[in-house]
């Protein structure tokens, strides 16, 4: 792994690997929007918010914003994990394969020195907000972490929910957390308390959410004879909400010393 990262800093080639990271994200944002054209029922609104997810990325990306390669890598990262717990559990399926295998890409070519330079050490932003090297790398890790959380999450809050009252309140639950997490990230790019804060919160309703429902209404042509198969994606997308709740966790974990250091110097 060492040997491998140290290759990756001494790539150069900045502006085609910026432009094969968003040709990647691009193809996403195509994927999502065609699917919502005629999805299956309920499940619209979950695809319209993906395609926004990376639309958001790939903007990032090409026009260089300092945050732009932190939220693609952080994409990038939960498509391979969902990737790969997807091949460990259903077994090999070629289309998850190449699913992994373009996220993956999309966090090799944002990988390295020369493009930490072209983003996050970008020096007006940096002299703006007063960040030094620890502080960035602090950032970097939150946002990113932050950002693989709402794929998941997007899927957990807006996939149709069966049940009447329960189902309605799980949903409401969802997409509360969902607006949360994405307010989280805002905040953290602004660098401002309250981002940590609604990210925390987020992360804590998504851990009760996680432990207490289970109950996920997948397409109704995956019933029937294929009961076996819609039971174990049920379980799926409901681990989902456990998954974005501990990148919530992970995200928050940076700034819990200095906070707890913050409180302890005013008392």
Avoid at 123 to 146: C, H, I, P, Q, S
Wanted: proline share 4%; aromatic share 12%.
């Amino acid at each position: 792994m060492r040997d491998l990262m140290e290759r990756l800093n001494g790539i150069r080639f900045e502006g085609t690997r910026r432009a094969v990271a968003g040709l990647c994200l691009s193809l996403f944002i195509a994927l999502y929007l065609l699917v919502s054209l005629n999805p299956p029922p309920g499940w619209g609104p979950a695809f319209i918010a993906l395609a926004a997810c990376y639309l958001i990325a790939f903007v990032g990306v090409v026009a260089e914003w300092f945050w732009g390669r932190w939220f693609a890598a952080g994409l990038g990262w939960s498509g391979v994990m969902v990737a790969g717990a997807s091949l460990a559990m259903i077994g090999w399926l070629p289309q998850l394969a190449i699913y992994g295998g373009l996220h993956a890409l999309i966090v090799l070519t944002l990988t390295g020195k020369s493009m930490a330079a072209r983003y996050d050490l970008q020096a007006n932003w940096r002299e703006r907000y007063g960040m030094d090297e620890f502080a960035v790398a602090r950032l970097r890790k939150t946002v990113t972490r932050a950002s693989a959380s709402l794929p998941t999450l997007i899927l957990y809050a807006l996939a149709p929910k069966e049940g009447d009252g329960q189902g309605i309140l799980f949903a409401a639950a969802g997409i509360g957390a969902l607006l949360l997490a994405a307010a989280s990230l805002r905040g953290l790019i602004l660098l401002r308390t309250w981002g940590v804060l609604t990210a925390a919160v987020a992360a804590a309703g998504l851990w009760i959410l996680g432990t207490s429902s289970s109950a996920l209404v997948v397409h109704p042509y995956l019933r029937g004879d294929f009961g076996a198969y819609f039971h174990r994606l049920q379980i799926d997308v409901s681990v989902g909400a456990l998954f974005s709740a501990t990148l919530l966790t992970l995200a928050v974990l940076p700034f819990a010393g200095p906070a707890v250091r913050f409180v302890r110097a005013r008392r």
